[in-house]
């Protein structure tokens, strides 16, 4: 929970510390907060209403700059179907000392952001353990800093548990990993036989068959597949 505190109020404070402005500011004003399980994200939430804003206020060096009244939106399952696209409309809203209503300060969320939460603004993330598949991590980090080229580059800070032996284990091969994270992608589980299966890749398979029987194994040979492939059924 320390360790917690600390990391999620240093990352709040440090926009106003680093005296950033403009777009910079913008990009690294909303937190996304991606956690593994509603339970974390619960705990999260509790600590956001008391010790985070009481951690932000000690490490802050002007009593003038302290990140206060923190702007909390969730996003999980909990949250309404009709809601949700508010939220997306509200992460959407810019940072600027002119809005009355200041922009999401904080944004818990599951694995729903994973896909289709497209929002070019944000660029900060603090990951709440590692994930258990590369693939949900591949996909939950890459919400952030998706604007390159009008925005900074996005920040992924990983916050791992010295009690969880995963945590420990990739923290130990964090360089390593990361240099070769593709490479730890898991295979997608297909079931044998099954309708939607054969309809995306069936078709593919009898390709293959079909250039190997009939010898158009070279790149090249792909223009005369047709022919070839007409004349043989024909005969």
């Given at each position: 929970v320390t360790s917690n505190v600390r990391t999620?109020?240093?990352l709040l404070q440090a926009p106003?510390?680093?005296e950033?402005?403009?777009v910079p500011l913008d990009s690294?004003?909303?937190l996304v907060f991606y956690h593994n399980s509603l339970k974390e994200l619960g705990k999260t939430l509790n600590l956001l209403s008391d010790d985070i804003p009481d951690r932000i206020k000690a490490i802050s060096t002007y009593d003038d700059e302290i990140r206060e009244n923190l702007s909390v939106r969730e996003l999980t399952s909990n949250?309404?179907?009709r809601d949700i696209n508010t939220v997306l409309d509200d992460l959407?809203?810019?940072h600027t000392t002119d809005n009355d209503v200041p922009a999401i300060s904080v944004l818990p969320c599951s694995n729903m952001i994973q896909v289709g939460i497209d929002v070019p603004r944000l660029s900060l993330m603090l990951v709440n353990g590692?994930?258990?598949t590369t693939s949900e991590y591949i996909q939950a980090t890459s919400r952030v800093g998706r604007d390159v080229r009008n925005r900074p580059p996005g920040l992924v800070?990983?916050?791992?548990s010295a009690s969880k032996p995963r945590d420990r284990s990739h923290y130990e091969s964090f360089k390593s990993y990361h240099q070769t994270i593709y490479s730890a992608v898991e295979p997608t589980s297909v079931t044998p036989w099954a309708m939607p299966a054969r309809e995306r890749a069936l078709h593919s398979a009898l390709v293959i068959v079909v250039r190997h029987l009939l010898g158009l194994r070279e790149n090249e040979d792909a223009k005369n597949f047709s022919n070839i492939v007409l004349a043989f059924f024909k005969y």
């Open positions: 999620t109020a240093a106003v510390e680093c950033l402005t403009g690294y004003w909303t949250v309404n179907a959407n809203a810019e590692q994930p258990k800070v990983t916050l791992f």
